[in-house]
Every structure is written in structure tokens, then in C-alpha cells.
């Protein structure tokens, strides 16, 4: 008579092999909402003024962006990052298409108070 050789236990196998998948998580995937995407409503509720620029330094024209006619033009709700703005820029005095932008806030009004004349 032979005993019966026990269940045979199946112990699990290395399925816990999952270490490696956490090294490359990007932790800082929320900058903020500034950079995330503005948009022309946006901008113009921020107070932000945006200036264009043309990267041909013997032109140099810089130039500030009516905000509230492009948000007429392409909707309050469209993107207005640079990556948006600069492939519909154009310089006007050279003609160039190398052309940047410059996102000011517009947090303190007052530092650059009206001199008080006379
Ligand atoms: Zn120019």
C-alpha cells in the first residue's frame, strides 16, 4: 500500500516580477494650469498680455497681440500656447515667419505706475 503522494501544491510562480515597471513613472506630469494650456479666453481673463516678436534681429518687431480680436477670429475657447500662436504669426514689417512669443502677466499694474505729473 502506498499512501497517496499529498496534492501537489502548485505554488504560484514568479509572477511577482512587476518591480521594474515603477522606475520610469513620470511624478511630475502636473506643472501647473498655466502650463497646460491657454486659451485666448483665458489669457484675456488672466490678464495676460502677449506680445510677438520677429526673431530677424536687423528687424527686431515686437508687437502685442489684440487678444480680444483673435478670440473673436478663433473662438474663446481655442488654444492660444505658443506652439498654437506661432505658425499664424507673422512678422508685418519684414515678412519673416521666425517669430516668438512673449507671455507677460499682468499681476501688478501699479509698478509701473503713471508718473504723477505736474
Ligand atoms: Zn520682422
Do not use: E
Request: charged share 20%; with cysteine.
Amino acid at each position: 500500500m502506498q499512501p497517496a503522494r499529498g496534492k501537489r501544491q502548485s505554488t504560484s510562480d514568479a509572477s511577482a516580477h512587476v518591480g521594474c515597471a515603477l522606475a520610469g513613472v513620470p511624478v511630475a506630469r502636473y506643472i501647473g494650469r498655466m502650463a497646460k494650456g491657454w486659451t485666448f479666453q483665458s489669457l484675456i481673463d488672466a490678464k495676460m498680455t502677449v506680445t510677438a516678436f520677429c526673431h530677424w534681429s536687423p528687424c527686431n518687431h515686437s508687437q502685442k497681440l489684440d487678444l480680444a480680436k483673435l478670440r473673436d477670429k478663433f473662438g474663446p475657447d481655442a488654444p492660444a500656447m505658443a506652439d498654437d500662436l506661432i505658425p499664424r504669426l507673422k512678422c508685418n514689417r519684414c515678412g519673416g515667419t521666425a517669430v516668438g512669443v512673449i507671455y507677460t502677466p499682468d499681476t501688478s499694474p501699479n509698478a509701473y505706475g503713471k508718473a504723477k505729473g505736474s
